[in-house]
């Protein structure tokens, strides 16, 4: 299964790949010239192993591209730097974990937002964070914070009334349907959901589990202005600041909107999916 950091490495690897074959080089000729093993320029081209520095310079000077090796280089650190486990990051509780994301929302000025199974953060109910929040303490086994977390993130959602700011959220109709707790809770934050609607900050579009698609995205993911996207997997945080790689999230993310309803039709599937919660509550 393909993963965030596995496609950093995909389109690092597509890059490189560009570069050599400019040089008129194949993959064996390279390794060759460099001194590698013959399978070691595949490995890098199609992301399953990630180059180290001294591979760039190599590289880059069989290839005759000694010009691209510091922005190259600027990638492969940035792949480095955005892999960030989530046990050393929930080591200090779930409130330290929620607390340490406010300066990065209080900057950023345009977010933009995709959500394929639960509920965004921003848009939560506390009941609704509450739950989440015991699963990742008994799941990774950190300290029982719960009660401080849900508090700093209702702190954290403050960014939604205040400052010039726009929110655009594209969210599955899978997480209306993704059981959070018993249905009272699914009714209270899907509620919560038709309220925020119609903040003038906030545009929220619904893609319907039928419509047609026209981008396969893989994870989540959080676009902060143009200078950061954020992607949450089970074992890491990547934080992606190249760039190029935010450019492509955009334009998934532009391509996500065209499957997306808004306004009336998005309402109704919120509306069917508490109605359907009541009636499981029954």
Same mark, same amino acid.
């Given at each position: 299964?393909?993963?965030?950091?596995?496609?950093? *490495?995909? !389109?690092?690897?597509?890059?490189?790949?560009?570069?050599?074959?400019?040089?008129?080089?194949?993959?064996?000729?390279?390794?060759?010239?460099?001194?590698?093993?013959?399978?070691?320029?595949?490995?890098?081209?199609?992301?399953?192993?990630?180059?180290?520095?001294?591979?760039?310079?190599?590289?880059?000077?069989?290839?005759?591209?000694?010009?691209? &090796?510091?922005?190259?280089?600027?990638?492969?650190?940035?792949?480095?730097?955005?892999?960030?486990?989530? *046990?050393?990051?929930?080591?200090?509780?779930?409130?330290?974990?929620?607390?340490?994301?406010?300066?990065?929302?209080? *900057?950023?000025?345009?977010?933009?937002?995709?959500?394929?199974?639960?509920?965004?953060?921003?848009?939560?109910?506390?009941?609704?964070?509450?739950?989440?929040? *015991?699963?990742?303490?008994?799941?990774?086994?950190?300290?029982?914070?719960?009660?401080?977390? &849900?508090?700093?993130?209702?702190?954290?959602?403050?960014?939604?009334?205040?400052?010039?700011?726009?929110?655009?959220?594209?969210?599955?109709?899978? !997480?209306?349907?993704?059981?959070?707790?018993?249905?009272?809770?699914?009714?209270?934050?899907?509620?919560?959901?038709?309220?925020?609607?119609?903040?003038?900050?906030?545009?929220?579009?619904?893609?319907?589990?039928?419509?047609?698609?026209?981008?396969?995205?893989?994870?989540?993911?959080?676009?902060?202005?143009?200078?950061?996207?954020?992607?949450?997997?089970?074992?890491?945080?990547?934080?992606?600041?190249?760039?190029?790689?935010?450019?492509?999230?955009?334009?998934?993310?532009?391509?996500?909107?065209?499957?997306?309803?808004?306004?009336?039709?998005?309402?109704?599937?919120?509306?069917?999916?508490?109605?359907?919660?009541?009636?499981?509550?029954?």
């Amino acid at each position: 299964m393909s993963t965030p950091i596995r496609e950093a *490495r995909e !389109t690092l690897g597509a890059r490189l790949a560009e570069i050599r074959k400019d040089a008129g080089l194949t993959g064996r000729a390279l390794a060759v010239r460099a001194g590698w093993h013959f399978t070691k320029v595949s490995k890098i081209e199609n992301g399953a192993r990630s180059p180290s520095e001294q591979d760039i310079r190599a590289w880059c000077l069989v290839c005759g591209a000694a010009g691209q &090796v510091p922005d190259l280089i600027a990638t492969v650190r940035n792949i480095q730097a955005m892999y960030l486990e989530h *046990r050393r990051q929930l080591s200090s509780g779930l409130k330290h974990l929620q607390e340490s994301a406010i300066p990065l929302y209080e *900057r950023t000025t345009v977010f933009r937002v995709y959500e394929t199974t639960v509920i965004p953060g921003l848009l939560t109910t506390a009941e609704y964070a509450a739950t989440i929040f *015991r699963f990742w303490t008994d799941f990774m086994n950190v300290p029982d914070d719960v009660n401080a977390a &849900v508090a700093a993130r209702m702190e954290r959602q403050k960014v939604l009334y205040t400052g010039n700011r726009q929110f655009t959220f594209i969210l599955e109709e899978q !997480t209306f349907h993704t059981r959070v707790g018993g249905p009272d809770i699914m009714i209270g934050q899907l509620d919560r959901l038709l309220a925020v609607m119609s903040l003038p900050a906030v545009s929220l579009s619904v893609i319907p589990r039928r419509a047609e698609r026209h981008s396969l995205a893989h994870a989540s993911f959080w676009i902060f202005d143009n200078s950061r996207v954020n992607v949450e997997t089970v074992s890491a945080s990547l934080a992606i600041t190249q760039p190029r790689e935010i450019v492509l999230y955009t334009r998934v993310f532009e391509r996500l909107q065209q499957s997306a309803v808004t306004g009336q039709h998005a309402r109704r599937l919120i509306s069917q999916a508490i109605a359907d919660h009541a009636a499981e509550a029954q």
